[in-house]
C-alpha cells in the first residue's frame, strides 16, 4: 500500500521516505493527465529542485506584481509591453512603468520539493477539489511501470533558409544603426528538431540540471496552448530574497568557452572586442538608468566579469540593493517593470528596437526572452523569495517536435555571418544536451 500523500485539510507539509515519495517525474506525468499546468525547476548554484501544480486548466493572465501575487511561478512573453500608466513610488518618484496583465500565473497548489542531500522529499497541496482527483490519478501513476527507454532519434531540421533571412535582417538592423535610428537591437531566429518520439520533460530537464549546474533550469508545461517550455538560462532578471535583498544583473557579449582545440578557456583570460564591450555596457547603462527613474543611487555595481554559461562566456555585472536599507519594499516589482525587456533581449532605445523585431523578425517569440520564475515561494522554511530570470536558451516542446530559440545583440559594428554563427552556438547549449542521449 501507498503512503497517504496529501492531507486534505489545509496546506500540509508532509515528508517522505525514499521507497514511498512521489517522484518528479510521477507527479508531473499527472499533473499532464488531468491538464494541470506545472512548473520544475532548479536555481542557479543549488541542488534541490522544485515542482508546482496549478489546478487551473487555463491559467490566469495577472500582472507582474511581486507584492501581491500568492506563492506560486510565472511566466512572461516577450511581448509583455502595455500602456504606460504613472505610478506613485514609495520614495515619492512618480514615473511611467507599463502594466501589463499578460504574464501567466501557476498558483502553487501543489508544491514539491526534492532534496539529494536529505534524502527526502516534502509534497504539500491545498484543499480544494482537485485535491482528490490528483492523489487518486498520483496513486495510479506510482503503481504504473515505467516503461523501458529506448534511445531517442532528435533531427535538426535545415536552416539554410532561416540562415539567408536572418543575415539579410542583421544587414537591415546595422543601416538603420549605422543611420541612427537606434543603437542597439537583439534579433532572434528558431530551429526546428524533430524527434522520433515526444521527449521526456523531466528526463531532459535532469539532464541539463546537471550539464549546467550555474543556469536556472526550468520546465513548464501549458496544456492550453498544448506546450513544454525547458530552458537553461543564464541570465537572472530579477530576484528578492527573504532578507529583502534585490539583485538584477546585466549579461551580453558571447564567445566560445573553449578554444578552436577543445580545451577549456580561463574566463580571466577572455578577450573581448570593442563591440562587445560597449553591448554589454548598454545593457548596465539601461539598468543604471531603471534605477535613475526611481531615483535610487543605493546600489551596488560589481563587474563587468567574465562568466560561463555551458559552452558560452559572457560579461556581466551584478547589482545589489537592500531594500530594508533603502526602505524600498516594493523594488523587485517596480524594477521588474521598469525593466523588462532589458536591452539584452530588446535594444537600445527600447521602443525603437521593439519596433525594429517586430517589423523583421519572422517568428512569435511568444514566451523566448520574456521572464520566468517562482515568486514568493518559500524554501525550506527560509521566508519567501521571488526568482525571476530572462528567458532565453530555451526551447518549445510541442508532441515530437521542438522550437529552439536563440538571438544576438547587434549594433553597427556587428558582421551578419558571425552573428548567425553566434546564434548557432546559443542553440547548442540545449541541442549538445538533447543529442546526447545517455
Ligand atoms: C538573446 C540571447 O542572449 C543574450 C544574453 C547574453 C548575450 C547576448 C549576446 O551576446 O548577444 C544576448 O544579449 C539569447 O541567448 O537568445
Not at 43 to 70: M, Q, T
Not at 141 to 154: A, G, I, L, S
Not at 372 to 399: T, Y
Request: with cysteine; hydrophobic share 40%; aromatic share 8%.
Amino acid at each position: 500500500m501507498q503512503s497517504d500523500y496529501f492531507s486534505t485539510a489545509s496546506s500540509t507539509t508532509e515528508s517522505y521516505t525514499r521507497t514511498s515519495k512521489p517522484s518528479a517525474g510521477q507527479l508531473w506525468e499527472t499533473a499532464h493527465q488531468l491538464g494541470f499546468p506545472a512548473a520544475l525547476w532548479r536555481l542557479p548554484n543549488k541542488r534541490d529542485k522544485h515542482l508546482i501544480v496549478s489546478f487551473d486548466e487555463v491559467l490566469p493572465r495577472v500582472s507582474a506584481d511581486l507584492d501581491e501575487l500568492p506563492a506560486g511561478f510565472l511566466i512572461s512573453p516577450f511581448d509583455n509591453l502595455a500602456s504606460t500608466a504613472p505610478t506613485n513610488m514609495s520614495s515619492g518618484a512618480t514615473t511611467g512603468t507599463s502594466i501589463s496583465t499578460q504574464s501567466l500565473f501557476l498558483r502553487a497548489d501543489l508544491q514539491a520539493s526534492f532534496s539529494e542531500r536529505a534524502g527526502k522529499s516534502d509534497v504539500s497541496i491545498t484543499a480544494n477539489a482537485p485535491a482528490d482527483t490528483f492523489r487518486q490519478a498520483l496513486r495510479e501513476q506510482m503503481t504504473n511501470k515505467t516503461p523501458e527507454k529506448t534511445p531517442q532519434t532528435v533531427t535538426p531540421l535545415s536552416d539554410l533558409e532561416a540562415q539567408a533571412t536572418y543575415v539579410r535582417n542583421v544587414g537591415l538592423a546595422v543601416e538603420a544603426m549605422q543611420r541612427g535610428e537606434f543603437r542597439k537591437v537583439v534579433l532572434s531566429r528558431t530551429k526546428q528538431v524533430q524527434f522520433a518520439d515526444a521527449p521526456n520533460a523531466v528526463a531532459l530537464f535532469d539532464k541539463l540540471c546537471t550539464a549546467y549546474p550555474t543556469a536556472f533550469i526550468s520546465a513548464v508545461s501549458i496544456p492550453e496552448r498544448g506546450q513544454i517550455w525547458v530552458s537553461a538560462t543564464p541570465e537572472r532578471l530579477v530576484s528578492v530574497d527573504a532578507a529583502g535583498l534585490f539583485r538584477t544583473a546585466s549579461l551580453a557579449g558571447t564567445q566560445s568557452a573553449f578554444e578552436a582545440d577543445g580545451t577549456p578557456k580561463r574566463p580571466a583570460e577572455a578577450m573581448w572586442s570593442q563591440k562587445e564591450i560597449e553591448e554589454q555596457a548598454l545593457v548596465s547603462r539601461y539598468i543604471i538608468e531603471c534605477f535613475k527613474k526611481i531615483r535610487l543611487r543605493e546600489y551596488l555595481e560589481e563587474g563587468p566579469k567574465t562568466v560561463i554559461a555551458g559552452n558560452l562566456m559572457h560579461l556581466s555585472t551584478y547589482f545589489t540593493v537592500d531594500t530594508q536599507a533603502v526602505r524600498y519594499p516594493q523594488l523587485g516589482t517596480v524594477m521588474l517593470r521598469l525593466l523588462h525587456p532589458t536591452s539584452a533581449v530588446c535594444g537600445m532605445p527600447r521602443d525603437a528596437a521593439f519596433n525594429f523585431i517586430s517589423q523583421y523578425e519572422t517568428h512569435d517569440r511568444e514566451f523566448y526572452s520574456g521572464f520566468l520564475g517562482p515568486v514568493n515561494v518559500s524554501v525550506d522554511n527560509e521566508g519567501a523569495e521571488s526568482d525571476l530570470f530572462v528567458h532565453i536558451r530555451c526551447m518549445k516542446l510541442e508532441g515530437n517536435k521542438a522550437t529552439l530559440y536563440a538571438g544576438a545583440g547587434l549594433t553597427e559594428d556587428s558582421v551578419p555571418e558571425r552573428e548567425w554563427v553566434e546564434t548557432e552556438m546559443k542553440c547548442q547549449t540545449l541541442l549538445q544536451v538533447l543529442m546526447n542521449d545517455k
